[in-house]
Every structure is written in C-alpha cells, then in structure tokens.
C-alpha cells in the first residue's frame, strides 16, 4: 500500500470516505443518479434554471456566436462584450455601482479576500463561513480572528482590541450560511463594520435569486444596499450556470481588476456560462413567482419534517438540515434514503463541524409539494429505524457540538 491508500483507508475507517455520484441528465427535480430515478433533495438549482429551456438555449446561442470558451484571462483578450453586459446588468440588479465575474465563487473569495487584507491585517469570519472564504484568509496571510457563528457581542468584543487605525480590517460572512441555512445578523454586522471601520464583505451564494425582494438577495432583503462594502454571488447555484460575481463601488472593482489574483491568473468564464447566466437573470427579474414558490416549497417541507418529530430547525429557508451527529449514521441515512428513490447527500467533516454530520435538505422551486411531503414521511420513517431520529429529537447534543471549536477546515485563530 502507498502512502495514499493508507490514507484513503483510514478515511473509509473513519466514515469519511467519498465517492462521486453519476448524474445522467439536467440538473431537474428528479434526476438519474447512478442508472435510478430519484427526487433530487440536494442541488442548489433552487429556481430550476440549470435546465430551463431558455437559459439552454442562450448557452448554445452563445456558443455559437462567441465561441466555447473565452481563451484568455479577463486582462489579456478574454474579455468578451457578453461578459461587460452580463456585469452591467448584475450591477443594476444589485444596485450598485459596478460588478466584476469571476471563474467561480471559490475563486471570488480568494480574490477578494486576498486582494482585500494583507500581511497587517485582521479578517474577521464567522465561524461557520464556507470553506472559500476560509481558504480566501488564509490566501490573504491577514491574521484570521473566527468570531462564534452569528455572535456580534463576540465580534464587537475582538473588533474594539483586535485592529488599530493602521491596520486594515475585513469583516466576512455567508448572508445565508450554506450548511444550515440561518441568516447572518447583517444589519447588527453592517453597524459593526461602520462604528469600528472595517469593510463588510458578504457572500450572497445561497441568497441571490432566493431572499429578498424579487430574489436579490439578503443584503437587499435587509435594506443594506449600498452600505455592504463588497457583495459576492455565485452564477452556479438558483441561476443556474456557472461563475461568480463580485459587486461593489467603482473604485472597489477597479482595484479587484487589479489585484486579485484569481481573475488575473485565470481563464475568463466561458462565454455560454454567461449568456446562460444573464438570461437566468432575465427570467429572474420578469418572474418574481419563482422565488415564491420556492419559499413556498421549503415552507412545505419545513413542517412535513416538524410533524415528523425533527427538532425545529435553524433557518426559515430553502436549506433545511437534518442534523444527525455521527458520520456513519449520516451515510446510513443517506444509503437507505436512496433506496427508496430520494437522493439527499450526507454532509461530513470538514464541510461541517464534528458531530454534527447532516442530511442537507435542499428544496426547489420545481419540486411538487405532494412530492416534498411524501420525502419527509419517508426519510422520516427510515430515520427513525436507524435509531437517530429519536436522539437527534432529544436536541442537546448536536447544538452544543456546533459551538465547539472548529475542526480541521479552519485558519489559524488568534484572539
Ligand atoms: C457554493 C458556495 C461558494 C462557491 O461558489 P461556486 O460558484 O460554487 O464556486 C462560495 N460561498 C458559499 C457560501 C457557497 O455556498
């Protein structure tokens, strides 16, 4: 045995071992996963327009007009005029001034965070922040202070000793947090950042298209247009392409251009990722029902799982976790779940804190309510037979596993 497949052992040992999943088809409510028809509970398609036909169609119209893809980096001839209107329209839906895209939201973190703090300075992330934005500090070599998830006192505590005038300081955050699908405090963050002179960086991923009025995400719904610093959206999640944007003052996205290094060194998006992206956005913006049925549809789901028993969750959105604890009884879940034609994937270390390995329910604007319900009394029942309902019921223990530390997937900390 190699080094590596020592390794691989001992995650399969571990209960941490993973696979890919073969899906064969559009992203849709029900997908062909490894040959088997089943609900899809875990993509982030939330409006469906990874496989509307109109967002299809603008891909492969693109295509065809400007190629495949844009054979440069944004700096050199790879920016393309359907990449200037798909930021000049992302602008206007944000409603600010202006709006760079990026390869894709991973790299959007890096390149902000990375062009935003430097060696001197002080990134403050909560604690639960998604893998990005934690490899973005450590990208930055800025000292990373992680504040408990949602905890302004904490926050406001390490914010008055933490930075002085001279050095700069980045507060970052998940608007809705992507693992358990709670809201950030943004309007007591947004405070914050102004009283102590920091810049508010947050990452609309699981917002845009889904929170806020007409979907434009939570820093819209909190009336913090204008006032968040830097607001970064993924084109991979409810607007169904791929890519990333970044959207902020002038100066901001001029100084972005010049210094993140992921935009820089990097391939520009494919031209049909954007045009399938602006015509996503299009939909968006004509079909404000979208959005609604979602909401909608999560609601269902939301009290199909609470008459089942499940402790009340943490959020009020389309991201609904079914906190389970240990990792093998996740992957249980999980297994038996799908053989009953419902594909909802287990999330383990390091996506998530020790102990608290989930079934990450994700709810589409596509899925029929009679459909979500039918899911819940299933995954419900087979939960129930592996034991991990009834503790997971009884609450404690899994909660006061998520305040602990954070696990590996985490930048050093200094107070
Ligand atoms: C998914 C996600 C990202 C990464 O976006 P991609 O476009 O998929 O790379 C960044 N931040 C958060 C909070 C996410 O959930």
């Known amino acids: 045995m190699t080094d590596l497949d020592q390794r691989l052992a001992e995650l399969e040992r571990s209960g941490l071992y993973r696979r890919l999943r073969l899906v064969d088809g559009p992203q849709g409510a029900h997908v062909l996963l ?62 600010t001034e202006a709006c760079v895209l990026f390869g894709s939201g991973y790299l959007a973190n890096q390149g902000v965070l990375g062009a935003l703090a430097g060696p001197g300075d002080i990134i403050y992330s909560d604690r639960l922040n998604h893998a990005s934005i934690v490899d973005g500090a450590r990208l930055s070599a800025a000292r990373t202070f992680v504040y408990d998830h949602g905890d302004c006192e904490h926050l406001s505590w390490a914010l008055r000793r933490g930075h002085t005038e001279s050095t700069g300081a980045v507060i970052v955050t998940d608007s809705i947090f992507s693992m358990d ?129 499940w402790p009340k969750l943490p959020s009020d959105t389309h991201i609904l976790p079914l906190i389970v604890g240990d990792c093998a009884d996740a992957v249980r879940l999980c297994e038996s779940a799908l053989s009953e034609g419902i594909f909802a994937q287990a999330i383990r270390p390091p996506t998530v804190p020790q102990g608290t390995s989930r079934l990450r329910l994700t709810v589409m604007a596509t899925h029929e309510t009679s459909e979500l319900q039918a899911a819940a009394r299933t995954i419900s029942g087979l939960a129930r037979d592996l034991g991990v309902l009834a503790a997971s019921a009884n609450g404690g223990s899994a909660r006061a596993e998520r305040r602990a530390p954070h696990a590996s997937d985490r930048a050093a900390v200094t107070a």
């Open 181 to 309: 699908g709670d809201a950030a405090p943004l309007a007591e963050l947004a405070d914050l950042a102004e009283r102590h002179h920091a810049r508010l960086v947050v990452d609309e991923a699981h917002a845009t298209g889904t929170r806020g009025p007409g979907g434009r995400g939570a820093v819209a719904g909190a009336g913090l247009e204008g006032v968040v610093d830097v607001v970064i959206g993924t084109l991979g999640k409810a607007l169904g392409s791929y890519g990333a944007y970044v959207c902020a003052r002038r100066s901001t996205v001029r100084y972005l251009i010049n210094r993140a290094r992921p935009l820089i060194f990097s391939t520009a998006p494919p031209p049909p990722a954007a045009a399938a992206a602006l015509t996503a956005l299009e939909i968006l913006e004509s079909e404000p029902a979208l959005p609604r049925r979602l909401l909608r549809n999560a609601a269902v789901l939301r009290s199909a799982l609470s008459r089942e028993g």
């Open 34 to 95: 490894d040959g088997e028809r089943v609900l899809l509970l875990c993509s982030n398609n939330y409006l469906g327009l990874a496989e509307d036909r109109r967002v299809r169609e603008a891909a492969a119209a693109a295509a065809l007009r400007w190629g495949a893809g844009a054979g440069a980096s944004r700096l050199v001839s790879g920016t393309m005029t359907v990449h200037r209107r798909l930021e000049e329209r992302l602008a206007a839906f944000e409603r």
